[in-house]
């Protein structure tokens, strides 16, 4: 039997999510935080850097992937038997 009940989990899970949320916000505030140019429009150049870029994109493909997996697992354990 699980240490948690159902209830608790969720209020667990609704407190991670919510702290995830919050980290999320804060990193984006300080990243749009920047003065004006201060960010290159291409940080990565392919033409320049195409190992960099290759290991870049199957990064954000690997975690796009696992987002979709986690959304889908959490829509099917909500969903009643």
Known sequence: MSEFS??????????AATLFAAASG????L???????AIPPQPVDASDQGGLAFVLF???CGLIAAS???MDRVRRRRMPD
């Open 68 to 70: 979709l997996f986690y």
């Open 31 to 37: 990243a749009f935080a920047t003065p004006a140019g």
């Open 26 to 29: 804060v990193l984006a505030l």
């Open 6 to 15: 159902g209830a608790r989990r969720r209020s667990i899970g609704r407190f």
């Open 58 to 60: 199957a990064i954000m």
